[in-house]
């Protein structure tokens, strides 16, 4: 699925290219089943905690909407904030899925085939703008739900540490520095940074 992107890499960049051949094929996958509000409250809920304590607290908030799959911008808004902060919401989490929901009804939040013709950069100026939602989160959305080739995450600590450990650097890069050598990544950087990801695995 990604070979012209690793082609492109291992071209561009020898010591990346090492680390591809050690890792073997891009799995990346963008999985677009999910609405974007969905994936924005899946985001918010995993701010700062743990895969598995995120998913019980989302099991709990979809539990109170029996009948559903997941709850409608609708239901977020109708709740009561002390029945949100019931599932193991903080305040803050609990304000930013409100506003999700307030702005995906507004229209801030496109429904998903709008989304996937806007470019990159008005995506996350758009839903940046949303409280609690950062670059970050928006920068995941692309990657892993729109199947955005070309974002690096900048800021993102495994992206970070992955480049650390491959390039042999003692520090953690700024992200000016990161940013800089992933120019000769174009325009295939969220492939890179997956292969940056899938260094801390190899031992």
């Not at 930013?96 to 709008?114: E, R």
């Amino acid at each position: 699925m990604h070979e012209r992107a690793v082609t492109h890499l291992v071209a561009a960049d020898r010591r990346l290219g090492r680390l591809i051949e050690r890792v073997g094929p891009c799995r990346l996958r963008a999985d677009k089943t999910r609405s974007p509000f969905q994936t924005l409250v899946r985001a918010v809920a995993h701010q700062q905690l743990t895969g598995k304590a995120a998913n019980t607290i989302l099991g709990r908030l979809i539990a109170l909407h029996p009948g559903r799959d997941f709850p409608t911008p609708e239901d977020l808004l109708a709740a009561p904030e002390e029945k949100l902060r019931g599932v193991g919401l903080s305040r803050a989490k609990v304000a930013s899925l409100k506003d999700i929901a307030a702005k995906t009804l507004d229209g801030v939040v496109p429904d998903p085939k709008a989304l996937s013709r806007l470019p990159d950069a008005e995506i996350i100026e758009r839903l940046t703008a949303i409280r609690g939602v950062g670059q970050w989160t928006v920068e995941m959305m692309l990657i892993f739900k729109l199947g955005r080739l070309d974002v690096l995450p900048i800021h993102d600590y495994g992206v970070k540490k992955g480049f650390a450990k491959t390039y042999r650097k003692k520090d953690l890069p700024k992200p000016a520095e990161l940013l800089e050598h992933g120019e000769r990544w174009r325009p295939f950087r969220s492939v890179a940074s997956w292969y940056l990801w899938r260094a801390l695995e190899l031992e």
